[in-house]
């Protein structure tokens, strides 16, 4: 089956701890894309990327890194920068930037202790 | 920023009636998107109608845009109680924020049995 996958689906981390956030295609698109998602809010972007290893900041990229070393993959890494870190994070990829729909992972909801 | 606001925030209806939704935004845009979001889900991808459109179908939804206006409206005809969700408006601006979508904050739609 395509399509694109995010693990884990809960996951929880201390205060001060870095953690990744995985998401995987094998939609075979060139962009992939994260956001943010708080209690009733829409989606706010994170980083995205257009092909591999070429990546941009999106609205909200502080306290947050990205690697795109494959087509396929596109971990998102919190880090201990990010004031705020509890929230739904969804991973989204297109065939091409700008031009089609996207298509969304299933959603890693992080918690802070 | 959210470029895209949608109204009304909540929206309850029976099964059988029609369900609109619209969607304002301020700047020029490339193509607006619609998707839909069960509840702690990811999203799913219901049309994308470019700038130079005017109306799209896809079954029972029927999408809208104005660009005079800046707004765009989603239809759902003979709701079901499955349609129950969130809908989401997202704008891809187009120039330097070419395929960076800017979400809505939603519209909750209850369809009741």
């Known amino acids: 089956d395509g399509g694109i996958t995010q693990s884990p689906k809960y996951l929880f981390r201390k205060e001060g701890q870095n953690v990744t956030l995985s998401c995987e295609q094998n939609?075979?698109?060139?962009?992939m894309y994260w956001y943010r998602q708080d209690p009733g809010q829409g989606l706010r972007l994170i980083y995205y990327?257009?092909?591999?290893?070429?990546?941009q900041k999106g609205d909200i990229a502080e306290g947050y890194s990205v690697s795109r070393e494959k087509k396929e993959s596109f971990p998102l890494t919190v880090t201990s920068a990010q004031k705020n870190p509890t929230a739904f994070y969804l991973c989204?990829?297109?065939?091409?930037?700008?031009?089609?729909?996207?298509?969304f992972g299933p959603g890693t909801r992080l918690t802070v202790l | 920023s959210q470029q895209g606001e949608e109204d009304p925030q909540a929206l309850s209806i029976q099964e059988g009636e029609n369900a609109t939704m619209n969607c304002s935004y301020k700047?020029?845009?490339?193509?607006l998107q619609w998707y839909r979001q069960n509840s702690g889900r990811g999203l799913v991808h219901l049309i994308l109608?470019?700038?130079?459109?005017r109306e799209k179908h896809s079954g029972r939804l029927r999408v809208t845009l104005d660009t005079s206006k800046k707004s765009s409206s989603l239809l759902i005809t003979a709701s079901r109680a499955a349609d129950t969700a969130s809908y989401f408006c997202?704008?891809?601006?187009?120039?330097?924020?070419?395929?960076?979508?800017?979400f809505g904050q939603g519209t909750i739609l209850t369809v009741h049995p």
């Open positions: 939609l075979n698109h060139d962009a």
């Open positions: 109608i470019r700038s130079n459109e």
């Open positions: 990327s257009q092909i591999v290893n070429d990546f």
């Open positions: 997202a704008t891809d601006g187009g120039g330097t924020s070419y395929g960076k979508l800017t």
């Open positions: 989204a990829s297109s065939l091409r930037q700008g031009r089609d729909e996207q298509f």
């Open positions: 700047t020029s845009i490339n193509n």
